[in-house]
């Protein structure tokens, strides 16, 4: 006989599993990253030149600055995106960088390397493009970082642990039961008669459940409805759907810092608010979140904080409202140009 209580827990287990969206970092600093004196240059010219940067734990921050001024240049610099670089004169990169505590600047080249690769494992990037595979529909490219990374993201957290428990103490009798059997078949899984397949074949069931749910999850988040949109095909999606797409993808993984780069690129202003709505919602989540842009279409935005690169340096302009009450002539001709027309 079943044990409903039980396989009550057990769902409720997986619930909880895919819904706790680990926004929270451990206890100590609320400071994300902290950058001090940065300076980068490439081929003799200077991109970025003594900038300061910081980014706590649950802001909302938008870096703006126009085409070709540093933006895709400090993302890569500071979290490794693209290409991670070297700190040193020799290297044209000088300044202390902390990300998550962690110091990138006085260690070695291997150190900073792995360093590297631990930043990229605790942050969700959402490229210009969206970075989605064409090849793979909606619900195939949301799940591909889970199934990268499901032993990283699940098999060591706590509520998995409670749920492996339980399925340790499942009788043999309820594993090759006919729900089971349904499951399976749901998932494309062979009901299997040995015990240690069972197990093996239970596994790998947990697996596809869990994923699934989180995908479904992360889909209604961000307004796409996972049963008339999971099978779609991302060639045939709008500019506005496949930004959603890459959204959900990026949440899937329990980011703790989501970065955006340039989210509005290529869209008309309808796609881009809906866009900016949908940013805002990862804001009232309590997400910590960076967003590039060269967008200066202030009435979309909301965030916590702007800043903006200008002459090589990140200038603090402070909340939307500051921005707009400003008096600096460089602020109000690059986010209001239309002022200076004559």
Partial sequence: MIDLGAVNAYRAGIQGLVSNDYKTMPDGDDAIVECHGLTRSFAGECILEGADFNLNRGEFVFLFGGSGKGKSVFLRTVFGIGNPVIFGSDNCVDGEVYVFGKALHGISKSDRRKRYTEIYSRLGYCPQKGGLFGSMSVAEN??????????????????????????????????????????????????????????????????????????????????????????????????????????????????????????????????????????????????????????????????????????????RLGAKQDVIASDDEAVRRFFFPDEFRE
């Fill in 142 to 315: 949301i799940a591909f970082p889970l199934r990268e990374h499901f032993y990283d993201v699940f098999y060591k957290s706590d509520v998995c642990a409670s749920v492996r428990e339980y399925l340790s103490t499942r009788s043999i009798e309820y594993r090759c039961g006919e729900e089971l059997k349904a499951l399976n078949e749901n998932f494309g899984i062979r009901a299997q008669q040995s015990r240690s397949s069972i197990i093996l074949g239970e596994v790998n069931l947990l697996e596809n459940i869990i994923i699934q749910a989180r995908v479904d999850y992360c889909m209604e988040l961000v307004g796409l409805d996972p049963w008339k949109d999971r099978d779609k095909d991302v060639a045939q999606l709008s500019g506005g759907m496949l930004k959603r797409v890459a959204v959900a993808r990026v949440l899937a993984d329990f980011p703790e810092l989501i970065i955006l780069d340039e989210p509005t690129t290529g869209l008309d202003p309808p796609l881009s608010l809906e866009v900016f709505d949908l940013i805002s919602k990862l804001k009232k989540m309590g997400y910590t979140v960076l967003a590039t842009t060269h967008d200066n279409r202030l009435g979309y935005f909301d965030p916590d904080r702007i800043d903006w690169i200008h002459e090589r340096k990140i200038r």
